[in-house]
DNA sequence: TGAGCGTAGTTTTTT
DNA sequence: ACTACGCTCA
């Protein structure tokens, strides 16, 4: 971390300094939209980046040409991002394009350079300037404690929820203090608000800050201290801003204060792909935009270099079915491309086996499959793929599943190094008490605990009280003293020693090492592995405040795995990728568009839901393949699905329609030919449907038998029973689906087949 | 202290 | 189906 802006950064660079240098050698590729987003470098702009019209290119291009023309001194520059990827990407391609040191520029993402910011003037919101920077875990078990000093019922007030809650707070860059909604007055018997209070409180005796706090205490800051937020308005004279549709109020609060200095904020956006509603952000800063900054230009980029204007079509139709957004109408020049294909299957399966030999095809086609992926909605979908792909052979790789950092035994060995680095992180200090094993338990930590409480210490000082006095006896006290005198020891080592050997002593003394090689898991040896990565790791970092700052901020995915591989991802972890061939299957009513936000997010959630398919749509160049399946498993329960309403939001001039099936919907048509046909594998999956014709090559061959309810026996008004639902009145019948106003859980469109007369 | 068992909850994810 | 958690009992 290079938190020498006062000296290195002000210092005048000569060299580029009023020195105007022609930038057009590599900015002559742009388009006219394009080349006015990078020149309009006065005042408050807007770039309305659709996708695939070349935004990081616009946004790294306007950042080299402020650079090289002169105009400011990389340190005073605000660039931020959402990820450490994007920030990553960015930083190496405008030094490509600038080929000079970018030293102590401000470039990264939200969080990084609030933290920068608030280690610089940590106490005036009365934290350390070395505070521990608290991940999601902390929290919740922060949280935890927090509900069990309130004798609140953590079954029934989980602390999941009250994180939530708290972190929409922070979102909005609310302190306990501001708080005026009544967001949390259904949780815990209203008790909400003086449980974040406590929480907040909390956080401060341990000198610590989580996620949101970053930014929310950056606001504090600036409002408590003129002075300060006068420092940095004075000092980014140039700020931009990269996907701007996924900021949350905090960060566009913090972002409009730090603009008023010079007014030259960039933010580039889409709000076609904001598809972060649910975590806090606020499209409605696209909105807003115009009328917080007057006279800011508004710059669209809506010619599309990427896809076939099949898919960009299919794409761009998808998404006019959403009332809420700006409008752009993307374009391209490239071929049409293939149609879209939409395919119905019989279930996940099916899918699975389907869409790994269209890959196959593609395959001895020379496409390669790094170019390919499979974007599915909800981590789990990936699984039936895993298992088909390993079953046939085809290379893949998982992105965004467990991340380096957030492994067991990673994060035990970070929590060690915690508390040398900061004695008064309890909760670091807890993970590591008993781990390994050293005879403290449950008991032993409450009297921990009872000590740190009456004596206003952390745990480890009420560890070296309780170790003098008599009341821990035998191994649990041995235990406990031996390892503070191995933390006295490390303290003092790591004022001397390399990271790499300070850590492969504590790993080493601790019996930590010993723990895992004397586990006879299948895990173990991987953890082993882990751990000497970690070591490795280290060898890169100057001092541990540093390294653990880097790896609370930084938390990457460890890199993705090399050699030719189908990508297999969610499809929020493809945003700002793209592929020759994507498939996204799952596309059912329920699945995609997600059950549960459209119970809990209303049309916002669902146009939330359009946006996301829009995002898999616009991944792909040349291919994109649509499935969907009849039954899927889901939970250990078999259900039928209806094809999502997306697939039929599909517009048929781009799309080509193929089924291996028939769904419910094309039940009642007359005149197909039904076989009752019982097939034992499928019939062992409890499949509630009525009858389900499934169609191959133009022969219907399949049929389920299975109870059907008699003609009549749902009417309009009609009071029904559903297993999932519960009571309700129907009111109305569509073929076999039913529209039910359920007593709890609402209007919702079920399947005949689910539900009972009442 | 730890194994064993029952229960509940299972979208998306960064920092 | 699978996991994570909390509770009971040896």
């Known amino acids: 971390m290079n938190d020498s802006f006062d000296l290195a950064e002000s210092s005048p660079n000569t060299q580029s300094y009023g020195a105007k240098i022609s930038a057009s050698s590599y900015w002559s590729e742009l388009n006219k939209d394009q080349r006015k987003a990078v020149e309009t470098v006065d005042g408050p702009v807007l770039v309305l980046a659709g996708a695939g019209t070349g935004k990081t290119r616009v946004l790294t291009t306007r950042l080299a040409h402020i650079l090289d023309s002169g105009l400011a001194h990389p340190g005073e520059t605000l660039t931020v991002t959402f990820t450490n990827k994007a920030a990553r990407e960015m930083k190496d391609r405008v030094e490509r394009l600038v080929r000079r040191p970018m030293e102590g520029w401000y470039l990264g993402t939200f969080h990084s350079i609030a933290a920068r910011v608030l280690r610089k003037h940590a106490e005036l919101v009365g934290l350390k300037s070395n505070f521990t920077i608290l991940d999601t875990d902390d929290q919740l078990r922060l949280l935890k404690q927090g509900l069990e000093a309130h004798d609140i019922d953590e079954k029934r007030w989980p602390a999941r929820s009250l994180g939530a809650i708290i972190n ?80 949350n109020v905090s960060q566009y609060l913090w972002l409009r204060l730090l603009a008023q200095g010079h007014r030259n904020i960039c933010c580039v956006g889409d709000d076609d792909q904001s598809i972060y509603a649910w975590r806090g952000a606020e499209v409605g800063n696209i909105l807003r935009f115009e009328k917080d900054f007057p006279g800011a230009q508004v710059i669209r980029l809506e010619r599309n270099y990427r896809s076939t204007s099949h898919i960009l079509g299919a794409a761009s139709d998808l998404i006019a079915h959403n009332r809420d957004r700006l409008g752009k109408t993307l374009w391209t020049e490239s071929n049409e491309g293939e149609k879209v294909t939409v395919h119905g299957l019989w279930d996940g399966e099916a899918e699975a086996r389907v869409i790994g030999e269209h890959i196959e095809t593609e395959r001895s086609d020379g496409q390669a499959l790094n170019d390919i992926a499979v974007l599915v909605r909800a981590g789990h979908q990936t699984r039936p793929f895993e298992e088909r792909f390993i079953q046939i052979g085809l290379p893949y790789r998982v992105i965004g599943v467990m991340r380096f950092y957030e492994r067991l035994e990673i994060r035990d060995a970070i929590a060690y190094l915690r508390v040398i680095s900061q004695e008064d992180d309890d909760l670091a200090f807890e993970r590591i008490i008993n781990r390994p094993k050293r005879g403290i338990g449950v008991t032993s930590l409450q009297k921990l605990h009872v000590v740190s409480r009456a004596n206003g210490c952390s745990l480890m000082a009420a560890a070296r009280d309780l170790t003098d006095s008599d009341e821990l006896r035998g191994a ?97 972890g493809a945003k700002g990728l793209e592929f020759d061939s994507v498939y996204l299957p799952g596309w059912e009513e329920g699945l995609f568009p997600h059950q549960r936000a459209l119970d809990e997010g209303g049309l916002h959630a669902l146009e939330e839901e359009r946006r996301l398919a829009y995002v898999g749509l616009t991944r792909a160049r040349q291919r994109a393949t649509v499935s969907y399946a009849a039954n899927r498993n889901l939970f250990g329960k078999w259900s039928s699905e209806l094809p999502s309403r997306f ?29 009752n046909i019982h097939r034992p594998d499928i019939g062992r999956r409890r499949s509630n449907w009525g009858r389900y014709a499934i169609r191959q090559r133009n022969r219907t061959y399949e049929t389920i038998a299975v109870e059907n309810h008699a003609p009549g026996t749902f009417q309009i008004g009609k009071r029904i029973f559903h297993q999932k639902f519960g009571y309700g009145k129907i009111t109305d019948i569509d073929g076999n689906k039913l529209e039910v106003s359920f007593e709890k859980a609402g209007l919702k469109k079920v399947m005949g087949s689910y539900v009972e007369p009442a």
Do not use: C
């Open 168 to 247: 929409r707070w922070k979102d909005r860059g609310l302190a306990p203090d501001q708080v005026t909604d009544t967001e949390g007055s259904d949780f815990a018997n209203g008790r909400t608000l003086e449980l974040y209070h406590d929480y907040q409180e909390r956080l401060r005796s341990l000198n610590a800050a989580d996620f949101g706090d970053l930014l929310m205490h950056n606001l504090t800051l600036f409002s408590n201290d003129k002075g300060v937020l006068r420092e940095y308005q004075d000092r980014f004279r140039f700020i931009l801003v990269d996907e701007y549709q996924d900021t």
């Open 476 to 572: 649990t006290r041995t235990g406990l003293a031996n390892l503070i005198s191995h933390f006295d020891r490390w303290r003092n080592l790591s004022a001397v020693q390399a990271l790499p050997s300070l850590i492969q002593t504590i790993l080493d003394d601790s019996g930590y090492l010993e723990m895992w090689r004397k586990d006879r898991s299948i895990q173990a040896p991987g953890r082993l592995e882990n751990l000497n990565e970690l070591i490795g790791a280290l060898d890169e970092f100057e001092t541990l405040d540093s390294f653990l700052e880097h790896i609370s901020l930084v938390m990457d995915n460890a890199e993705t795995e090399d050699g030719d591989m189908v990508n297999v991802m969610t499809l929020h």
């Open 647 to 675: 697939v039929s939001e599909l517009p048929e001039e781009h799309v080509t329609r193929t089924s291996e099936i028939n769904t419910t919907a094309d039940l009642t048509e007359p005149d197909l030919d039904y076989q």
